[in-house]
């Protein structure tokens, strides 16, 4: 399985953006999708992720209430819809994709599948 982000760019505060994590060689739906950002300077952090069997989803506390990661199974697709941007969200943003949620989902190290390059969003402040 490969994943490919997408959907990235700058955006005003205040903001919305949704973010693609595109799969190819596989059936994204039996795999648990994770989002993770990496800023400036910074350590890449778990932002999102939610389980093969799509019943739980997971987010950090500086995002919960803002972001909101969904499954489009038809096109083999995972979602991360962010809404109410600020310059703290400036990040470079990875999904990465793995047989089963990882004991612990937050660290990227526990994600032993496959990752995308990333991409950017930038919030201007």
């Known amino acids: 399985l490969q994943v490919v982000e997408s959907g990235g760019g700058l955006v005003q505060p205040g903001g919305s953006l949704r973010l693609s994590c595109a799969a190819s060689?596989?059936?994204?739906?039996?795999?648990?999708v994770g989002w993770f950002r990496q800023a400036p300077g910074k350590e890449r952090e778990g932002v999102s992720c939610?389980?093969?069997?799509?019943?739980?989803?997971h987010y950090a506390d500086s995002v919960k209430g803002r972001f909101t990661i969904s499954r489009d199974n038809a096109k083999n697709t995972v979602y991360l819809q962010m809404n109410s941007l600020t310059p703290e969200d400036t990040a470079v943003y990875y999904c990465?994709?793995?047989?089963?949620?990882?004991?612990?989902?937050?660290?990227?190290?526990?994600?032993?599948?496959?990752w995308g390059q990333g991409t950017q969003v930038t919030v201007p402040s």
């Open positions: 939610v389980s093969s069997s799509d019943t739980s989803t």
């Open positions: 060689g596989g059936t994204l739906e039996y795999y648990a």
């Open positions: 990465a994709a793995d047989v089963e949620l990882p004991v612990n989902p937050w660290l990227d190290d526990y994600w032993r599948g496959s």
